[in-house]
């Protein structure tokens, strides 16, 4: 089940507000961004960038995503791996609000998120 049209607006704003604050310089954008989308209970932050051999078209490469568990309240946190695959993030396996979430991806302790 996907979030209220109240909850998405809310969760909209607060992770809008975490991207713009961690965006590169608007002369390199096209180049290296940094996005995000909200899909059914998650939330995946992702870098963009040029592909290789077709400049022209971007590429996603995964930084973080948030998963919420309603039954228990929780978010569970997950980082990407170099084998591309989701994995928990082992040091803060959840948390209870959108901002937690944004306070463990923007710290990034162990660098697994932004490196």
């Known amino acids: 089940m996907a979030f209220s049209e109240l909850e ?3 969760i909209e704003k607060e992770v809008a ?14 180049e290296l961004d940094l996005d995000f989308r909200i899909s059914g209970q998650s939330i995946e932050i992702f870098e963009l960038r ?11 490469l ?3 995503k948030a998963t919420y568990v ?3 309240g929780v978010w569970k946190l997950y980082w990407q791996r170099a084998d591309l695959k989701w994995h928990g993030y082992g040091p803060c396996p959840e948390v209870t609000t959108v901002r937690d979430f944004l306070e463990v991806v923007g710290r990034d302790e162990y660098g697994c998120f932004f490196g």
């Not at 040029?50 to 996603?60: L, N």
């Open 8 to 10: 998405q607006k809310r």
């Open 17 to 30: 507000a975490f991207v713009e604050s961690r965006r590169p310089p608007a002369h390199i954008r096209a």
């Open 50 to 60: 040029p592909a290789p051999r077709q400049p022209d078209e971007k590429i996603e």
């Open 70 to 72: 309603k039954t228990k």
């Open 62 to 64: 995964e930084i973080a």
